[in-house]
């Protein structure tokens, strides 16, 4: 058997490897502490200012505090665990039970709570899938908005109204809107965080999604899809307004001029779609518009996809 020789120590480093690794934890819990605190205004945790996104964030928080239920523990016993196997000065009179194979007590506390856990985050989600189905309609009189992705701006139709809008989505606060998507292109994901959960649009296919603003605001939408060159500016303004300035907003756009389609077609954004048109990126509203104009541009006759819930 070869002699195993010891692994060489450097000069002057006796007795500082437990304080220098416990410089190198303390480092470590700081970076990881400041990495939090400046990643949570990234995140875009949103702040809700409808009913599903208020839903929406009480779910989240619920799940994030059952899951410390399991991170409190682990992290409060690794520390405890290296303090008393590794660090502590009479380590060597800790229990040492080389035999010790079974223990019923500790299989029980092992597995009830991931069991239990687990039965509850089943429930959770059943439920809330079916709650904050966004095909399911919300209490009050709706606002139908048709929504057609393009590559790279979005169309809000109102054929309510006879009425479209180029990245600017506006809402009466205080009542639902009922949108219903489509995709002149590649998949896309409609998403309002402040409002509700991202929704996908798809070519030839027609989707669902119920929102509400409580009150008038602002916020900002996007195409959450990485679908290719561009995906990060197709961005445009959810607007909530009292009930008197939206019915006055209506009226405006009714007397604005009707869309071409041969324009509406151009691939661009929306400042490409205004300098297409000789107008401001911010009055990109059409008044006249015809009624078949998402069926239009979805294709046809659309195909509607639901994925659970009720309509």
Same mark, same amino acid.
């Given at each position: 058997?070869?002699?195993?020789?010891?692994?060489p120590?450097?000069?002057?480093?006796?007795?500082k490897?437990?304080?220098?690794?416990?410089?190198?934890?303390?480092?470590?819990? =700081? %970076?990881?502490? !400041?990495?939090? $605190?400046?990643?949570?205004?990234?995140?875009?945790?949103?702040?809700? @200012? #409808?009913?599903v996104?208020?839903?929406?964030?009480?779910?989240?928080?619920?799940?994030?505090?059952?899951?410390?239920?399991?991170?409190?523990?682990?992290?409060?016993?690794?520390?405890?665990l290296?303090?008393?196997?590794?660090?502590?000065?009479?380590k060597?009179?800790?229990?040492?039970?080389?035999?010790?194979?079974?223990?019923?007590?500790?299989?029980?506390l092992?597995?009830?709570?991931?069991?239990?856990?687990?039965?509850?985050?089943?429930v959770?989600?059943?439920?809330?899938?079916?709650?904050l189905?966004?095909?399911?309609?919300?209490?009050?009189?709706?606002?139908?908005?048709?929504?057609?992705?393009?590559?790279?701006?979005w169309?809000?139709?109102?054929?309510?109204?006879?009425?479209?809008?180029?990245?600017?989505l506006?809402?009466?606060?205080?009542?639902? =809107? %009922?949108?219903? !998507?489509?995709? $002149?292109?590649?998949?896309?994901?409609?998403?309002?965080p402040?409002? @509700? #959960?991202?929704?996908y649009?798809?070519?030839?296919?027609?989707?669902?999604?119920?929102?509400?603003?409580?009150?008038?605001?602002q916020?900002?939408?996007?195409?959450?899809?990485?679908?290719?060159?561009?995906?990060?500016?197709?961005?445009?303004?959810?607007?909530?307004l009292?009930?008197?300035?939206?019915d006055?907003w209506?009226?405006?756009a009714?007397?604005?001029?009707?869309?071409?389609?041969?324009?509406?077609?151009?691939?661009?954004?929306?400042d490409?779609?205004?300098?297409?048109?000789?107008?401001?990126?911010?009055?990109?509203?059409f008044?006249?518009?015809?009624?078949?104009?998402?069926?239009?541009?979805?294709?046809?006759?659309?195909?509607?996809?639901?994925?659970?819930?009720?309509e």
């Amino acid at each position: 058997m070869p002699h195993l020789r010891p692994f060489p120590i450097p000069a002057g480093s006796h007795g500082k490897g437990p304080r220098r690794d416990h410089r190198t934890l303390r480092l470590l819990g =700081a %970076a990881g502490f !400041l990495a939090l $605190t400046g990643c949570v205004p990234h995140l875009g945790l949103p702040v809700p @200012a #409808g009913p599903v996104a208020m839903a929406q964030r009480t779910h989240f928080w619920i799940i994030c505090a059952l899951m410390l239920l399991v991170l409190v523990p682990i992290f409060t016993a690794i520390p405890f665990l290296l303090w008393r196997y590794r660090y502590r000065e009479d380590k060597q009179t800790a229990p040492y039970r080389p035999d010790w194979n079974y223990s019923r007590m500790w299989e029980v506390l092992i597995w009830t709570g991931p069991v239990a856990l687990v039965t509850v985050f089943a429930v959770l989600l059943w439920r809330q899938t079916h709650l904050l189905d966004p095909y399911r309609p919300l209490p009050g009189e709706e606002v139908q908005v048709q929504v057609v992705a393009q590559d790279w701006r979005w169309l809000f139709i109102y054929p309510e109204y006879g009425i479209a809008t180029v990245n600017r989505l506006v809402l009466p606060a205080g009542r639902p =809107a %009922a949108l219903s !998507l489509t995709s $002149t292109s590649v998949m896309q994901s409609f998403f309002v965080p402040a409002l @509700a #959960g991202q929704i996908y649009a798809m070519a030839g296919m027609t989707t669902r999604l119920h929102l509400q603003a409580d009150a008038p605001g602002q916020w900002t939408g996007r195409n959450a899809q990485y679908n290719g060159t561009g995906f990060e500016r197709q961005t445009f303004t959810a607007e909530a307004l009292p009930e008197a300035d939206f019915d006055a907003w209506i009226q405006d756009a009714q007397s604005a001029p009707p869309p071409q389609a041969e324009v509406l077609n151009l691939r661009g954004t929306g400042d490409d779609l205004a300098r297409a048109l000789d107008r401001p990126a911010d009055a990109l509203v059409f008044g006249d518009v015809p009624a078949t104009l998402f069926d239009d541009l979805a294709g046809g006759a659309p195909h509607h996809h639901h994925h659970g819930g009720g309509e």
